[in-house]
């Protein structure tokens, strides 16, 4: 049984920060390669951020800015996602995921979407005052 679990999302005013949570259960998330997307309403899922699973590469959308960070803890088996300075445009529900084959590098700068296979539930930041 291989489970992704996101948390921490909420309501926060423009310029407010958050940290989401992916709590990862039946497979050791730190051996794969993972990323945060998201899905705003009436959009296409796209790709925030991304980090290989030796956390060489990381990857962030043009429109992140600097402002998000991607991390994990092997330990905890859980992926984060820091998000600072947000704006109404980061409003979206949120998604972690991780790759479909270990051996395949998929945190690339197009975070495609289709290199993930495995999706948690999703968590709803929204970003308003």
């Known amino acids: 049984q291989m489970q992704l679990v996101e948390s921490g999302g909420d309501l926060v005013q423009p310029g407010g920060s958050l940290r989401l949570s992916c709590a990862a259960s039946?497979?050791?998330?730190?051996?794969?390669?993972i990323g945060w997307f998201r899905q705003a309403p009436g959009k296409e899922r796209e790709g925030v951020s991304c980090?290989?699973?030796?956390?060489?590469?990381?990857n962030y959308a043009d429109s992140i800015e600097g402002r998000f960070t991607i991390s994990r803890d092997s330990a905890k088996n859980t992926m984060y996602l820091q998000m600072n300075s947000l704006k109404p445009e980061d409003t979206a529900v949120y998604y972690c995921?991780?790759?479909?084959?270990?051996?395949?590098?998929?945190?690339?700068?197009?975070?495609?979407?289709?290199?993930?296979?495995?999706w948690g539930q999703g968590t709803q930041v929204t970003v308003s005052s």
């Open positions: 995921a991780a790759d479909w084959v270990l051996a395949t590098p998929s945190c690339t700068a197009e975070l495609d979407v289709g290199r993930f296979g495995y």
């Open positions: 039946g497979f050791p998330l730190d051996f794969y390669d």
């Open positions: 980090i290989s699973s030796r956390g060489q590469i990381t």
